[in-house]
């Protein structure tokens, strides 16, 4: 992949191995901005700080960003699920890197600028960032390649109420914003990421890495796996941001696909937070949503293991 990218994600566990497959398989991160979801914004730039210093990749700006969502205040970490610090109760130190002066938002208009028309984005969290930015710059889609997005539940159930995928659902509002402005929209939602998993035996694999990076990622592993042996037969972990990873990068075969526009419900109620896609608007762009890929762990284990790292 030669394009640069522009991320945006809360990191968590899932956010922390999605950064590994995005730095071994040569990305051009550009930037990397922050945003409140499975931790807050500025603990999420710590924990990419953190796994940018482990990686030699201090190189890297992170901007924080907001940390409310566009309605109503952030609700807290998914400690359940990534721990109360985002990286499964390990303990962070205080990068030596800091977090740039600008804001996300900022960080990605300029980038936007200074790599019109070849810029990626790819966003793993909720999208209040993204739609803050077309709120100050409505003509930012004109300068950005694609945009690929990990959320939503378009056929399937969702994961954080019946209906709804958690990165949509913290902030609706932001992705109906994001999904109404005329740009490509590739959406990997949870019709594709519940059906690929990374085993305890993968996860080990990689904690017996001698790159420090990896070793980190598969000792926060530990308690997603804890928390996904309650969802599987087996103990065995969704793969929900790197695979996401995997489809921006187009280092994974995608064979099922569905085209639409895709909307967001916004009021509140048990439908806050839906993604409907095939919305019969006919003003509304036409995305793509992933429901099918090869599978992702092994693509996961290839170009981790093309580093020499697992």
């Not at 902030?171 to 994001?178: L, R």
Request: aromatic share 4%; charged share 20%; with cysteine.
């Amino acid at each position: 992949m030669t394009a640069p990218l522009y991320l945006d994600c809360d990191t968590g566990i899932d956010d922390a191995l999605a950064i590994a497959v995005l730095l071994r398989a040569g990305a051009d991160l550009a930037g990397i901005g922050t945003v409140s979801g499975n931790v807050s914004s500025a603990v999420a730039a710590r924990n990419t700080l953190h796994l940018l210093e482990l990686a030699g990749r201090t190189d890297i700006p992170v901007a924080i960003g907001r940390h409310d969502p566009l309605s109503g205040r952030f609700g807290g970490a998914a400690a359940d699920v990534h721990g109360s610090e985002g990286l499964g109760g390990l303990v962070v130190p205080e990068p030596l890197a800091q977090p740039v002066a600008s804001t996300a938002v900022e960080l990605l208009l300029e980038l936007s600028h200074r790599h019109a028309g070849e810029l990626d984005i790819l966003a793993i969290g909720p999208l209040t960032n993204l739609a803050e930015a077309l709120a100050v710059d409505p003509t930012l889609p004109e300068r950005i390649r694609r945009v690929t997005i990990m959320g939503g539940a378009v056929e399937v159930p969702g994961n954080i109420t019946p209906i709804a995928e958690a990165n949509i659902f913290n902030d609706p509002e932001a992705a109906e914003i994001v999904f109404a402005a005329p740009w490509t929209i590739t959406l990997v939602p949870l019709d594709v990421t519940m059906d690929h998993v990374i085993t305890a035996e993968e996860v080990e694999r990689l904690a017996a890495s001698d790159d420090p990076l990896l070793h980190a990622v598969a000792l926060a592993f530990e308690l997603y796996l804890d928390f996904y042996a309650g969802v599987f037969e087996s103990r065995s972990a969704a793969l929900h941001d790197p695979l996401a990873a995997l489809v921006a990068m187009e280092l994974l075969p995608v064979t099922g696909r569905l085209e639409g526009p895709i909307t967001v419900e916004t009021a509140a109620g048990a439908e806050r937070g839906r993604t409907v896609r095939g919305s019969g608007q006919s003003d509304r762009p036409v995305h793509t949503a992933v429901v099918a890929t090869e599978p992702a762990a092994a693509a996961i284990l290839t170009v981790l293991g093309r580093s020499g790292a697992a």
